[in-house]
């Protein structure tokens, strides 16, 4: 490859594509479970892709991961036990643990050389890795959710690739019904759910999925992402019943940093432009 | 070009691209200003390039169009009088004349050729240009504002390409006096100012140039726009006082349709998000 260069992911089910202008391939290994490549940019910093689809880059990933995991804990009135589905980066943990309430927040991922580019590529990702309430897993989440005491979580979130290859799984009612189980009465369930724009179905179709499991309120947050496709992504949030108000005032006042998050975005977020909520009845 | 292909717009300052999955070259013509490029894509709608940047999509022009109107009009108290420049292909024209209070919108694109090819591939952008209140002007913009009544004008919307090129001159001090000039005391400046991602010192040099015009508040407002590099966009707001509390009720009871803007949607692009006060100085 001639430096600069352009990397492109043509993302099939909606036509549309991401690219950015890359200097070098840093590293790539085939782990059981799918292709990772990291890539460095010119000024984007590392790019880690899986299986050719953009995962993360090291100047955007703070939008992803924050609106993976403030808006739910901050939701939540108290939130003590979380768990992780996938996420193997660690940017959803390191954030997770910023919530000095939080007791322990176990992330489960099945491919553990997700984890070992993320400390190599993005270290400041892995930050909290050591920190005395993170456990990493490298192992099946499907039957980690299934194994889980019943009612024993506050949170659970699920950070994972599209809903193909090893991730397809994650995003079903069996896979649904082990997560209601294992959360709490006002546990609350966080999916990272695609575009709003052109994957509304996939939207509509997930909660569809979660509801035959039980769940019964729904709230889905967009921000934008520019790694992903159509630069503007989407957590859906989850519950057994309650609504979906924050403590807004623990978020204004929070203790700790963050790029986007804010009392003010988790507000705007939560409401859905109209073509959004008429497409999911809202 | 064998279909269906792939078209990228590669752009070099952020070193990002965004591309869509095309069938087929509908029209391209070289007007005196610039090359104007329509195509046809599987997912999209149509698309149109101008000297090889994305302009905009049939699909997702609405954010952009609807976001360059709406939060403006609805913060000045009662917009009777509106300059468009640039805005070739309709679209903002058309939100603007939904406000049934206005009663005169001027669209001032230097290239007839624009809205030319937004008649015939994106004719519904241009279904309101046969409204009584609407002028098609195809001249030079500048020109139109320097000899504009001094405080003639409610707002002014610089809806225009980048600031390379035939735009470029849209972006400085000079013309902002002339905009200032031509505004009423209560009147507002509005333009489109590029990715807040990775844009923020263009943003800061834009609301620079406009404060040494005399203008004196500003506000940006992101919002999502696939077809513009990162995927995230924004329009700044600029008045000679006065802040930008908005007409909530207005808006909320408004009475024509939108697919993005509304009132919650307006209230949550008003705050920035932390990283973005933080390099505005909000």
Redesign the interface.
Known sequence: MTA?N?L?E?F?P????????ITRKLDEVQSPFQKIEVYE????GNLMLIDGAMMLTT??NFLYHEMMSHPALFTHADPKQVVIIGGGDCGTLREVLKHPGVQKAVQCDIDEQVTRMAEKYFPELCESNGDPRAELLFDDGIAYMKNAAPGSLDIVIVDSTDPVGPAEGLFNKAFYEFCFRALKDDGILVQQSESP??LLDLIKEMRGEMGKAGFKTFKTL?F???CYP???WSCTLARKSGGFDFRENDAAAKTF??????A??H???A?A???VAAALGE
């Open positions: 600069p352009w492109y043509n099939e909606a036509g549309s594509s991401i690219g950015y202008r940019s010119t000024d984007w100047r955007d724009l052109v967009p934008p992402q520019p159509t630069g503007w940093d963050t790029k986007y998050y804010s003010d975005i507000r705007g977020a409401v432009p109209p073509f």
